[in-house]
């Protein structure tokens, strides 16, 4: 019957197959932390920056978000105000602002504007 294999695996070349991923996996790390800290060095040995390289220059617009939890809430501070006081949109047109609270008032007072009723 010829279902099955009749050799086993090459221990051997199996074993040396491991030694040498092993010492490749330890020789690329010893690579890289001599690489580290050759960087490290060359970091330490490097001029300090003149004046302006140490001058903040932004980029044009539109530009990254670099504090999206302050920005929001400073969003949400804008949205409350404009939705609870009084302003002016257009001052040539006299059209106003008004609070929600007030609008909703004035609504449930007046009613919705619609169509005439014939």
């Known amino acids: 019957m ?3 294999e009749k050799t086993d695996a090459h221990v051997p070349t199996i074993n040396w197959f491991l030694f040498g991923l092993f010492a ?16 490290a060095r060359q970091e330490e040995k490097a001029p300090a920056p003149t004046l ?17 939890t302050r ?13 609870s006081t009084y302003g002016w949109l257009d001052k040539e047109t006299g059209s106003v602002r008004i609070p929600v609270e007030r609008a ?15």
Not at 71 to 83: N, Q
């Open 2 to 4: 010829a279902g099955y």
């Open 24 to 39: 490749l996996i330890g020789v690329s790390m010893l690579a890289m932390w001599a690489m580290h800290a050759f960087l």
């Open 52 to 68: 302006m390289e140490a001058q903040r220059v932004l980029p044009p617009v539109p530009r990254l978000q670099v504090s999206n």
């Open 71 to 83: 920005d929001l809430a400073e969003l949400s501070a804008h949205e409350a105000r404009t939705l």
């Open 104 to 118: 909703m008032e004035l609504v449930a007072q007046r009613g919705l504007p619609g169509k005439a009723k014939r």
